[in-house]
């Protein structure tokens, strides 16, 4: 910084901090702050606070001079601290900017400068739905072991993914869900990403340069070779909840700011945030200022990063009204989304329930133009591959794309995405191994985790890390071996192990053999398909061949009724033909 700090008025909009070339904007939505300091830091941390002496529609702003691109702030936002009231403002906490484009690992924002990035050349692949295969990965584990035979400063990061493009083109894969990349608390542990801080900044731990503005070229140089590969980018997003966790969780940026806004409150002494997402808290995604901050971080990175789309979290979050409650009619963000031009043309996933009962999976979810993680197709598949009876017919209707859960409100069958195995829980190699947890050398007898039946989701979805068959250590549960402190080596059993090749070539044979098999184009083939599974005694006690049989062909009568376009003759739009690949991260 150089230069007098009196603040000018600045302006109110754009929401953060916005450089112009000789000074830097700082404005912040904090509507009952009675007043608000923005804090430059230096290298040792030492502060200069400057006072934001301009209010306009609840907006607090000034424009410092001489403040320039990586330059470290943070606010200190002053009013009452009454939590009967939903008021947490304490300017003993130094605050992250809720629109801080990047952030450090001490949880600072940074200014950030012009963007220069050269996105000449760069063509977004835009795969149809019906031959798209999706691959789940988590940044960090896909090469942060030295298996993955990369230079050591690139392993775990933006670059080092770049690198095995070439492996991800071997399988087959159209399209990349990562993990989530934005930036998340990096004092909390959790090894997924799932705690959020900050909604348009990339994680700092993934970029092999932790400058500012670096990270965000080397987030954008993985996308710009992603796509010159002719692989989409899908962010799995979390904006359900945040890294401040509940009463006594931390206060980083929200809680400080405008507490009853960001937050669904109970009204209640003993339990004051509702936890509809099982993390602590939930996002009021019912408020306007709310919805505004979650509609401009898509934009922001469906703009200015690139990315094709975006997998959300808990997505029947959005349908919470401000009680808690569950409107089912016409929850306004989804509105907000479908409106923006911006976000006209990306692809939206949603993981159609939360954690309090919220089972919006099929014609009750809004986002009427959003695909859904499929539960019923995992659990049917689960159910077939075990032996279950009477599982053949369910088989035949998720196949053929669901159409008990889609056609009543004109879904096509493509709006189901199907999978069998994500980050949560088992790996694929574990789920056909066992049919209990063995967690019992995490010395919480067994209490812990779960079994490898759980609720599924619909479009083939393969885990990354399935042709090395990946394990979790079975020592501790996947979530719970998922923590890395930043800055040091994972442990080893949360990295995908590249020189574990035993069974990659069976792998792939069997990939290509089930995707084949899961991207049946008609009723003929899925026929023939389930006619097999009857020939290989996959049937209820007491039941027959000839009574399956029978219970087939009313199957197939009811499709020949519900998806007429699927005579035999034609292909078959369903979501079993968008595959996707998760990447357990382990």
């Avoid at 040792?44 to 330059?71: C, K, N, Y």
């Avoid at 602590?280 to 200015?304: F, M, P, Q």
């Avoid at 009574?547 to 197939?556: T, W």
Wanted: include cysteine; aromatic fraction near 10%.
């Amino acid at each position: 910084m150089t230069g007098s700090t009196t603040p000018w008025p600045g302006h109110w909009s754009p929401l953060g901090s916005t450089y112009d070339g000789e000074s830097t904007n700082f404005a912040l939505w904090a509507p009952r702050a009675e007043w608000v300091e923005v804090c430059l830091l230096d290298a040792d941390g030492a502060e200069t606070r400057i006072p934001l002496t301009e209010r306009t529609f609840d907006v607090w702003h000034s424009r410092i001079p001489g403040v320039r691109p990586g330059q470290r702030y943070g606010y200190r936002v002053h009013g009452s601290y009454d939590p009967s009231r939903g008021l947490r403002f304490d300017a003993s906490k130094l605050l992250v900017d809720p629109y801080a484009r990047a952030v450090t690992a001490h949880s600072t924002g940074v200014v950030v400068g012009e963007d220069n990035f050269d996105w000449r050349g760069d063509d977004r692949p835009r795969i149809p739905w019906t031959d798209t295969i999706l691959y789940e990965l988590h940044v960090r584990g896909f090469t942060r072991s030295a298996t993955s035979g990369i230079d050591e400063e690139l392993r775990g990061t933006y670059t080092g993914l770049i690198q095995k493009i070439p492996h991800l083109k071997e399988l087959g894969i159209t399209a990349v869900e990562l993990m989530p990349v934005y930036q998340f608390d990096p004092q909390e542990g959790n090894y997924w990403g799932y705690m959020p801080l900050s909604f348009f900044a990339p994680h700092h731990g993934y970029a092999s340069n932790p400058g500012a503005s670096a990270q965000h070229d080397e987030f954008r140089e993985m996308v710009k070779a992603l796509h010159a590969a002719g692989i989409e980018v899908i962010l799995d997003v979390v904006y359900n909840h945040t890294g401040e966790s509940d009463e006594p969780g931390p206060v980083y940026s929200y809680k400080g700011i405008d507490n009853s806004t960001y937050y669904i409150l109970t009204g209640r002494s003993d339990r004051v945030y509702e936890n509809f997402s099982g993390t602590g808290n939930t996002r009021h995604c019912a408020n306007r200022y709310v919805r505004k901050l979650i509609v401009d971080s898509l934009r922001y990175w469906a703009r200015e990063m690139h990315v094709d789309g975006f997998r959300f979290d808990l997505a029947s979050v959005f349908s919470r009204a401000a009680d808690g409650s569950v409107n089912t009619t016409d929850p306004p963000i989804f509105g907000d989304i479908l409106a923006d031009p911006d976000l006209a043309g990306v692809r939206l996933i949603a993981e159609p329930w939360d954690a309090a009962g919220a089972y919006q999976l099929g014609r009750c979810f809004p986002g009427a133009r959003w695909l859904q993680w499929n539960g019923k197709f995992r659990d049917t598949v689960r159910d077939f591959w075990r032996g279950e009876p009477a599982t053949v017919p369910e088989l035949a209707s998720r196949l053929t794309g669901s159409s008990d859960l889609y056609q009543s409100d004109m879904r096509r069958p493509v709006a189901s995405i199907n999978f069998v195995t994500c980050h949560d829980g088992f790996t694929l190699n574990d789920l056909v191994s066992y049919d209990r947890k063995h967690n019992e050398a995490n010395l919480d007898q067994n209490r812990d985790g779960g079994d490898p039946r759980q609720p599924d989701d619909q479009q083939p979805y393969i885990p990354e890390g399935l042709a090395f068959a990946k394990r979790h250590d079975r020592r501790r549960p996947a979530q719970a071996q998922a923590a890395e402190p930043l800055g040091q080596p994972a442990a080893r059993p949360q990295h995908l192990r590249w020189r574990m090749r035993m069974n990659e070539d069976v792998f792939n044979m069997s990939l290509r053999k089930f995707l084949k098999t899961v991207g049946v184009t008609s009723q003929r083939e899925i026929e023939k398909a389930v006619r097999e599974a009857i020939d290989q005694g996959r049937l209820k006690d007491g039941e027959t061949k000839a009574s399956a049989e029978a219970n087939l062909q009313v199957v197939m009568a009811q499709l020949a009724s519900t998806h007429p376009q699927t005579n035999g003759k034609g292909p078959i739009a369903v979501a079993s033909n968008v595959r996707v690949h998760p990447q357990a991260a382990a």
